[in-house]
């Protein structure tokens, strides 16, 4: 059953149970487990060896050219990728401050273009995307990562999320 179909019969059972006497705690239970539905996130982390299109992939599938690409090695930080209908990202760094900045500073933040972003790129724990693309609407992020076997510091990075 998918769950589209699930929250409508819940929202249901919620309009049914509100009839009955001591229904309210079952309507309280069943709106908790439709916000959990509404609130899912699936998460998707593309991860591979380092220049083999990783970030032009997640371009493709989003509909935009929004995360950067060269013929060199780019991705230094992780970068998810959510739905927002403004067009943003959030910096969080690994002091647990955060910065909000435009899509178009990405290259700044999230590449090791030369040593002083990839310096940057070494204090964030993950870049927030925001953007409206219609594939991650339905509770899809997509994690960008650093390709595996470029160097230990990137392939740890790209390690480190997997178990989320």
């Known amino acids: 059953m998918n769950e589209y179909v699930l929250h409508e019969q819940l929202l249901a059972l919620e309009s049914i149970a509100g009839h009955y006497a001591g229904g309210e705690q079952a309507c309280a239970q ?3 487990t439709v916000e959990r ?3 899912q996130r699936y998460r998707v982390a593309v991860i591979g060896e380092f220049k083999r299109g990783k970030s032009s992939l997640i371009n493709a599938i989003i509909g935009a050219e929004v995360l950067p690409t060269d013929i060199l090695p780019m991705t230094a930080a992780v970068t998810r990728v959510t739905y927002g209908e403004k067009r943003r990202i959030l910096v969080r760094y690994k002091d647990d401050t955060t910065e909000e900045r435009t899509v178009e ?3 700044d933040f999230a590449t090791k273009y030369d040593a002083e972003k990839e310096k940057v790129a070494a204090s964030i724990r993950e870049i927030e995307v925001t953007y409206p693309s219609v594939f991650c609407k339905n509770h899809i992020d997509i994690l960008d990562t650093p390709g595996l076997n470029d160097n230990e510091s ?3 990075v790209t390690l480190s ?3 989320d």
């Open 105 to 107: 500073e990405l290259v």
């Open 161 to 163: 999320v997997l178990g």
């Open 154 to 156: 990137m392939t740890e």
């Open 30 to 32: 069943i709106r908790d």
């Open 37 to 39: 539905i509404k609130t």
